[in-house]
């Protein structure tokens, strides 16, 4: 992406630090905020991403943003259940093989160390019980490990590692920023207060989303997804047979997001960035992949009230 040229009246360039956190479709608000950032000139020279906050990070790091998100507007029902294979053991309900040989044709062969700018996808090492950095090798895997949300994506094998969602322990992981040199940390939350007329100040944007499939209106959440294609490709017993509860999987989810949104307080409360964007965490559900326009304006919007005045003026 191409930075954009400034005119008198702008302030010098200042240099930033993103941190991205993890929220599942919340994490389109992110592309928003980058969008907001290279509009009012402010560099992006480093990103430290976990789970949806690594895979925007990553697209963007290689020109591909833009791509992705019309893809996601594109993407239809059959295409969706196209990429779910299912996984029959108990380390995950998909293998998430197909899912990400997509984004890995997005990404290309990449290697982190050849972007342009300093990257870092932060990972869970579930058995050491310790948070990983992904800081060199191929792009496409170090997103795939950070995005391996518990119970739902089987867990990635990286060297003698098994490595899931970085969530669980860093839900917006700032201290990879710490060495870096320059003006600004900004950390994107995912988790933030509710907002209670965030559906009444964005009416003309779900008008606009409506446009949207009708099929994804109904998705509250992952599990929704993955019911729909076991309805779909086994019949509707097919997930009794196998010991499936949804409602236990749902419950799961929304337990995972609360600890993801308490630690997140906590992270940012012990190592404050230089500026905090909040998205509301009733801002979509976990899998409303069809609110595109809407997050990705709300992002822009939260990064534009975060960031009017700028530190130093």
């Not at 779910?84 to 998430?96: A, E, F, H, R, T």
Request: hydrophobic share 35%; with cysteine.
């Amino acid at each position: 992406m191409n930075h954009p040229i400034k005119d008198d009246n702008q302030l010098e360039e200042k240099t930033v630090s993103l941190v991205l956190g993890s929220g599942g479709a919340r994490g389109l608000a992110h592309i928003g905020v980058i969008r907001w950032l290279e509009e009012n000139g402010y560099k992006i020279r480093s990103i430290s991403g976990c789970s949806m906050g690594a895979l925007i990070g990553g697209l963007y790091a290689t020109g591909k943003l833009n791509d992705y998100e019309e893809w996601l507007k594109q993407l239809s029902k059959t295409e969706l259940l196209g990429l779910i294979d299912v996984s029959w053991n108990s380390s995950g309900l998909i293998k998430g093989e197909k899912l990400f040989s997509k984004l890995a044709d997005f990404l290309g062969d990449v290697q982190i160390e050849e972007l342009d700018i300093t990257y870092t996808a932060v990972a869970t090492d579930i058995f050491h019980e310790k948070e990983v950095w992904l800081q060199s090798g191929l792009l496409h895997k170090a997103i795939r490990a950070s995005i391996s949300l518990p119970m739902i994506f089987t867990p990635f094998k990286h060297h003698d590692m098994t490595l899931i969602d970085g969530g669980v322990l860093n839900p917006v992981p700032i201290a990879p920023t710490f060495s870096e040199n320059n003006d600004l940390i900004i950390a994107v939350n995912l988790g933030g207060k509710p907002q209670e007329n965030l559906s009444n100040t964005s009416e003309s944007d779900h008008k606009e989303s409506s446009e949207s499939p009708d099929w994804l209106g109904h998705l509250n959440g992952i599990t929704e997804t993955i019911k729909d294609f076991f309805i779909e490709k086994f019949g509707p017993q097919k997930d009794k047979s196998v010991g499936l509860d949804w409602d236990a999987l749902d419950i799961s989810n929304r337990a995972f997001d609360s600890m993801q949104n308490t630690i997140a307080r906590q992270k940012l409360a012990s190592y404050p960035p230089d500026i905090t964007i909040n998205i509301p965490r009733n801002a979509c559900g976990m899998l409303e992949f069809n609110q595109v326009d809407r997050m990705v304006k709300l992002g822009y919007k939260k990064a534009q009230q975060a960031l009017t005045t700028r530190p130093g003026d």
